[in-house]
């Protein structure tokens, strides 16, 4: 580009001096206001999401998907003081296709999977903090740990009868997380397609796993889940099709990003920020929050 211009002056002038000048003058003002162009930044509401798993008092179990109780506390009061209102999926939805308003600086909690210690450690945490949260569960998980009858807080995850009493409270808000797709192993990955699976087995396999897992929450908590969490965040343009047919309006992936909400938001492809153990929340909100 900067070649061109000094042909073209060059010819302009006949004088090689004269247009080196003028081309020096044009790379001195464009170092100059560079610095002060700024890029266009998309318009609307940030909403940051963030996901919990498991909550341990065990050392030996903390890692990327197990943080303390104490831990999650203090990214409570944390989000608290940068003045972050927590919401639910309901409200965000109905922003969108209502015009409800949401408060100025809204985030989303969620626990994944349906940990025991969701119930023991956090439940009792949000309703310390009057703060709202996102409940995710695997249904063949709630299923096996509920003819069970284990209760151990360690490794375990929740019943039909705690999920009831989360379902009860006004704050959480119980959302489909698969019935029985969370997996890596196999060959079916998450609500992946198979290797060699048809479109069509593939829309029949991941409807009936979902459906079912709908149906249990609609009977055991009245309230018909409008989201769908990705397993392990796989996802495809033929599962949010088939999601969109069932009448979800909204899914979660595990994509690190900040969501801007406006008119044009994919709402199937919401991102989310996974909460590791080993940093303090001040370290782990800092790219997040403002």
Not at 15 to 36: D, N, R
Not at 270 to 279: A, K, Q, S, V
């Amino acid at each position: 580009m900067i070649e061109g211009w000094y042909i073209l002056v060059f010819k302009l002038t006949g004088h090689k001096i004269l247009a080196g000048l003028c081309i020096l003058l044009i790379i001195v003002s464009l170092i100059v206001i560079a610095p002060t162009i700024t890029i266009r930044k998309e318009k609307g509401v940030k909403l940051p999401i963030i996901i919990y798993h498991n909550i341990t008092t065990n050392k030996q179990q903390l890692n990327e998907y197990a943080i303390t109780p104490e831990q999650l506390e203090n990214d409570l009061k944390y989000i608290k003081e940068k003045d972050y209102t927590t919401i639910t999926m309901t409200q965000l939805i109905n922003h969108c296709l209502k015009g409800d308003k949401l408060p100025k600086k809204p985030i989303i909690i969620c626990f994944d999977d349906g940990f025991e210690s969701m119930y023991t450690y956090a439940f009792p945490l949000l309703k310390q903090y009057n703060m709202c949260a996102v409940v995710s569960v695997v249904g063949a998980y709630v299923d096996h740990f509920t003819k069970l009858q284990d209760n151990t807080v360690e490794g375990s995850y929740m019943t039909w009868n705690e999920i009831e009493e989360l379902g009860r409270y006004k704050n959480i808000e119980i959302q489909n997380h698969s019935y029985n797709m969370h997996s890596q192993t196999g060959d079916r990955i998450g609500t992946r397609k198979k290797c060699g699976e048809s479109v069509e087995q593939y829309h029949i396999s991941l409807k009936e796993d979902a459906g079912k897992m709908q149906e249990l929450l609609f009977a055991k908590t009245g309230f018909k889940p409008n989201t769908f969490v990705y397993p392990f965040g796989y996802n495809s343009g033929i599962s949010k099709k088939v999601l969109k047919e069932m009448g979800f309006t909204a899914a979660m992936t595990c994509r690190k990003r900040v969501n801007i909400i406006n008119s044009s938001t994919d709402l199937m492809k919401l991102g989310r920020f996974n909460r590791p153990n080993g940093i303090s929340s001040e370290q782990f909100f800092e790219n997040i929050l403002e």
